[in-house]
């Protein structure tokens, strides 16, 4: 799906940036991507703190392009690009025009989080595209327009979030946010239909090279959640968390997306896709 006009220029503007300071800034190597080019050198299917994807991208980066700042961090930089324009994207599929595409590409490649990710090689960059995709490939399946969307869109949803999976395990939130707003939206009336189990399939596996690393390995991955949880991770409340998530998302652009938590949760015209602001209000807790 192409985009038009102004979105698309934002969008070419925000890859230039992220690669100007990415490779001309005078800051070396973040430390965790000499990690991450550590564990390329030792190919897996499952790290202790990490699933293997973001080191596979990386190898393959390395092998290709080198090991310079600007050769790994492109997965990064277009990634970060990706979420932007499939936030358009998202903006024309709930019926936005070109002004509602161009808004949401701003915001998205405005906002701290996608301008701090994009800029080093992790498997957090990964994330932020893979999460909106699994979103775009739901609103597929839930417009059902044109037909066989709705087979597709569970089908690519499946793929996309089993890569996730793949490439973090906090994955599973997403997975726990979408559970629930699908069961109390019209959205669980296609749970009738085999699609959605074929896409639950294709993401369960995906995901067994890892989880058949893990048995190996005697699930040490476990382990380091546990630890980090009990001595690294710091308790955050409700609120601060809440408050955290309009700092990266972008204070300028709180209005936009609270308009659009609300407008799905709310508007008529939202209902078949209300599933989707149920889980945002949801894992927003």
């Not at 038009?4 to 991507?33: C, K, M, N, P, Q």
């Not at 202790?48 to 492109?74: C, E, F, N, Q, T």
Request: aromatic share 10%; glycine share 10%.
């Amino acid at each position: 799906m192409k985009l038009r006009h102004g979105a698309a220029w934002v969008i070419a503007v925000f890859v230039l940036v992220e690669i100007a300071s990415t490779t001309l800034g005078s800051y070396g190597y973040f430390i965790d991507e000499l990690y991450y080019l550590a564990c390329a050198r030792h190919l897996a299917w499952g790290y202790v703190d990490h699933p293997p994807l973001s080191i596979g991208v990386i190898a393959l980066a390395s092998a290709i392009l080198g090991s310079s700042k600007l050769a790994i961090r492109l997965p990064a930089i277009a990634a970060a690009a990706g979420s932007v324009a499939v936030s358009a994207v998202l903006a024309k599929r709930f019926g936005g025009g070109r002004f509602a595409q161009m808004l949401a590409a701003i915001c998205a490649a405005s906002s701290p989080i996608a301008l701090i990710l994009g800029s080093f090689h992790s498997m957090n960059a990964i994330e932020l595209l893979l999460w909106p995709l699994v979103i775009l490939a739901l609103v597929h399946a839930a417009d059902g327009e044109p037909p066989g969307c709705q087979r597709t869109g569970w089908l690519v949803a499946g793929a996309f979030f089993g890569l996730g999976l793949e490439n973090k395990h906090t994955m599973v939130t997403l997975g726990f946010a979408l559970a629930v707003g699908i069961a109390v939206t019209p959205m669980r009336a296609q749970l009738r239909s085999r699609w959605p189990w074929l896409g639950v399939a294709i993401a369960a596996l995906l995901i067994v090279p890892n989880l058949l690393w893990q048995r190996a390995h005697g699930f040490e991955s476990l382990e380091f959640y546990r630890n980090a949880q009990a001595m690294k991770n710091i308790p955050t409340p409700v609120l601060k968390g809440i408050f955290n998530q309009v700092l990266v998302a972008g204070p300028g652009a709180i209005v936009v997306w609270i308009a659009g938590a609300v407008w799905l949760v709310r508007a008529e015209a939202a209902r078949r896709f209300r599933f989707i602001g149920i889980a945002f209000s949801f894992s927003s807790r």
